[in-house]
T-cell receptor, first 112, second 108 residues
């Protein structure tokens, strides 16, 4: 299996909702990442997990809460989001930090 | 910001022509990577060039790296309509920061 699987592909949520994005890989990669991408912009790093521990948080607001239950799974819990948080959320993994990322196809999030 | 810059921002060429994209970055690097993104989808890793390498090839892709100028270029030869996508360079030590990207359109 050489894929990173993200679910759901699309999500519409209200500002008072709580939802979660899921990411799964079975390549044995020990580093996993969350990126946020707005239209016509490059991906922006949000979080880095290395060996299931949070190693980098790029000053992301607390309404985004990452979780790494095991080496294959990465979640992003969402609560009280704002319309400006609408974006494509990308998960990626790599064997080593910063080497050859494999990306999922993303979750298109719309906050209404 | 560690983000690199790419130029041109957009490039439109005829099928069969070559496409060249340039990337400039700010900090010293261990490696530089190029990724491709089809509209609204995930990124695909194309090629990685290490800081001690000057040129690397993969199929129709040729990447060069000049660490003295902190710049890299991606050449796609004999372009195809299916090459239409955004291309990003990326650098970083413990995580990748992506450049601003070049939107390539290949006209059939």
């Amino acid at each position: 299996d050489t894929e990173v699987t993200q679910t759901p592909k699309h999500l519409v949520m209200g500002m008072t909702n709580k939802k979660s994005l899921k990411c799964e890989q079975h390549m044995g990669h020990r580093a996993m990442y969350w990126y946020k991408q707005k239209a016509k912009k490059p991906p922006e790093l949000m979080f880095v997990y290395s060996y299931e521990k949070l190693s980098i948080n790029e000053s992301v607001p607390s309404r985004f809460s990452p979780e790494c239950p095991n080496s294959s799974l990465l979640n992003l819990h969402l609560h009280a989001l704002q319309p400006e948080d609408s974006a494509l959320y990308l998960c990626a993994s790599s064997q080593e930090l910063s080497y050859g990322y494999t990306f999922g196809s993303g979750t298109r999030l719309t906050v209404v | 910001s560690q983000q690199g810059e790419e130029d041109p921002q957009a490039l439109s060429i005829q099928e069969g022509e070559n496409a060249t994209m340039n990337c400039s970055y700010k900090t010293s690097i261990n490696n530089l990577q190029w990724y491709r993104q089809n509209s609204g989808r995930g990124l695909v890793h194309l090629i990685l060039i290490r800081s001690n390498e000057r040129e690397k090839h993969s199929g129709r892709l040729r990447v060069t790296l000049d660490t003295s100028k902190k710049s890299s270029s991606l050449l796609i030869t004999a372009s195809r309509a299916a090459d239409t996508a955004s291309y990003f360079c990326a650098t970083g030590a413990n995580n990748l920061f992506f450049g601003t990207g070049t939107r390539l359109t290949v006209i059939p």
